[in-house]
């Protein structure tokens, strides 16, 4: 996009969803949460939070810290549709709050038992949400997708550059 950031600063948060929360209201919160935590520590400086949450229908996946999990949430995922959701925070210099949310659905092709554990064995799946990482090896998983790649890769470029660009900061 053309903008480096002057410092990357993690919120370090509980990011376990919150009981009968769904998933676009899930990615939301965390990124608000994330940029508040952040925008305390770096008071009259512009800071960008984000959230990426991958469900199947109401149930949110995790990110994947183990094989197991992700060879779970991959499980779930296969020959299915899920939606990804990327929540975008941006606070100002002058503590004004702006966000955006975007959407995207993918559809996975079945996967057999040779590409899930080859895809496993990997190891590319670790701390992704939902198990898996478009930008990589699952790319060739995905039969469909509808709205935004970048939101699947972890940051929506398209709601980003419109959230920089409206408050003022020189987003190419």
Same mark, same amino acid.
């Given at each position: 996009m053309g903008v480096v950031p002057d410092r990357v600063d993690p919120a370090d948060l509980d990011e376990s969803p919150l009981p009968r929360e769904l998933p676009r209201d899930h990615a939301r *919160?965390? /990124?608000?949460a994330k940029a508040e935590a952040v925008a305390a520590r770096h008071p009259g400086a512009f800071v960008l939070a984000a959230d990426t949450v991958v469900a199947r229908g109401r149930r949110i996946l995790p990110k994947a810290e183990d094989r197991e999990t992700a060879r779970r949430c991959l499980t779930l995922l296969?020959? @299915?549709g899920h939606r990804v959701y990327g929540g975008v925070v941006l606070i100002g210099p002058d503590g004004h709050v702006s966000e955006r949310l975007a959407e &995207? *659905?993918?559809v996975f092709k079945s996967l057999d /038992?040779? @590409?899930l554990a080859g895809y496993l064995d990997g190891g590319e799946w670790h701390g992704k949400a939902g198990g898996y990482a478009?930008?990589?090896r699952a790319e060739v998983f995905v039969r469909q997708l509808v709205g935004s790649h970048s939101n699947v890769v972890g940051l929506p470029l398209f @709601? &980003? *550059?419109a959230l920089l660009r409206g408050r003022g900061y020189p987003a190419p």
């Open positions: *919160r965390l /990124a608000r296969s020959g @299915e &995207t *659905r993918v /038992a040779g @590409e478009i930008q990589g @709601e &980003t *550059r």
